[in-house]
């Protein structure tokens, strides 16, 4: 058997294959591995000539005073290097660390990219095949990269039109809906999967990945049909984990060139990303009128002061509120036709959608209100995007 290079690099020097072997006993994701080693390197070289054996609080806090204030690290890049030190410390090597005092980075308030309802059609025109299904859906339902990439065939319920997101950003679960308007494409791909997965087995190729939890406890799972990849990659290939030859996910890095290229070809003048679809799908929700109890709900933020970021990207911040601006053009009777009251529009009970905890069919998201593709309309029926908005 050809050898294991990721399952066999277990660390260079004696605290970091402590570290790799605390990791792997608590069966943390490759991903949190590579973040976590990648910290705890960048501690070692600050602190050199020091050993992370001979550390202590003071030189964490030293180095995440560094980040701060040298490196301007956001926030969120100081916990988690916080986060890695502290597993690195404390759980590998044994070492409390105590009270820690230290710089913390300053929140910076970033407005989100986020594309219209024109700039998502133009940029899905500009895509074909599997790519598009997945930047669709990926606007359509408000996910993130990873969550759609990982998305498996049980996670899709067609009947209720749900998508169920498990081990999301936290390792939380989720409930979000999926447009009517792709109804046909979902279905397509999964009837396009069935010969795929059909030949694998006939192959003898090894069930797709699982959660080492999940393998231990259901070892054929990854053979049965709702636990395969909902897009999968074309070429099976060896797992760098484990050394076992196998079909993956399709790989993040197509899926961004794809995105990108889209968007350059559509002559949309933004970056636009993967997760600037999960943007554009909350700031087109509150658009709409839908409450932002229920957006929080649906992209999964454990905060509401989160989803409260998308108010700033709204077509209207301030319940429609003119600049002075607009008014000077206006005459006098225009100015008073309007009462305080015209501008407020639907309440937010008027607007307020159905839990997704319940059918959620009978509620439209952003994207089904852009005008469908001619490939996605089932032949001789009028899909729920045929009440198109121009906006």
């Not at 590998?92 to 910076?108: H, I, Q, S, V």
């Not at 407005?111 to 790519?131: A, I, N, S, W």
């Not at 790989?251 to 970056?271: E, H, M, S």
Request: contains cysteine.
């Amino acid at each position: 058997m050809e050898p294991r290079p990721a399952a066999q690099d277990l660390g260079g020097y004696d605290w970091e294959k402590a570290l790799v072997g605390t990791l792997r006993v608590r069966g943390l994701l490759a991903r949190t591995e590579d973040t976590y080693r990648s910290w705890a390197k960048r501690f070692a070289r600050f602190i050199t000539p020091k050993s992370p054996y001979a550390a202590a609080g003071e030189e964490v806090s030293a180095f995440l005073t560094d980040l701060a204030i040298n490196n301007r690290a956001s926030p969120s890049s100081q916990r988690q290097a916080l986060n890695a030190l502290v597993f690195l410390m404390q759980e590998a090597l044994g070492r409390e660390l105590g009270a820690m005092d230290f710089k913390r980075a300053t929140p910076r308030v970033r407005v989100p990219v986020f594309l219209t309802k024109d700039e998502c059609r133009r940029l899905f025109t500009q895509m074909t095949g599997t790519h598009r299904l997945m930047a669709e859906l990926a606007y359509g339902s408000g996910l993130r990269l990873m969550e759609l990439l990982r998305l498996r065939v049980q996670h899709l319920d067609l009947a209720r039109m749900q998508l169920t997101v498990r081990g999301g950003k936290g390792d939380k679960d989720r409930i979000t809906v999926i447009p009517d308007a792709l109804l046909p494409a979902l279905q397509g791909q999964l009837e396009r999967l069935r010969p795929l997965y059909e030949a694998d087995r006939k192959e003898g190729l090894s069930g797709v990945w699982l959660p080492d939890g999940l393998e231990k406890k259901f070892q054929h799972a990854g053979e049965r049909w709702e636990w395969q990849w909902f897009f999968p990659s074309r070429e099976a290939s060896r797992d760098p984990a484990t050394g076992t030859v196998r079909r993956h996910h399709t790989l993040d890095g197509a899926f961004q060139n794809a995105v990108r290229k889209a968007a350059t070809a559509a002559g949309i003048n933004k970056r636009v990303t993967p997760h600037v679809f999960r943007h554009s799908f909350a700031t087109q929700l509150l658009d709409g009128g839908t409450d932002l109890r229920t957006v929080q709900d649906l992209l999964g933020h454990a905060d509401i002061r989160t989803t409260q970021i998308y108010l700033h990207c709204m077509k209207k911040p301030g319940l429609g509120v003119k600049s002075p601006f607009d008014m000077l053009r206006a005459g006098p009777f225009d100015m008073l036709r309007a009462g305080p009251f015209d501008q407020l529009g639907a309440g937010p009970f008027d607007a307020t959608p159905p839990s997704p905890s319940l059918r959620p069919t009978d509620r439209a998201g952003p994207f089904d209100q852009l005008q469908p593709s001619p490939s996605l309309r089932p032949p001789g029926r009028a899909g729920p995007t045929d009440r198109s908005d121009p906006g």
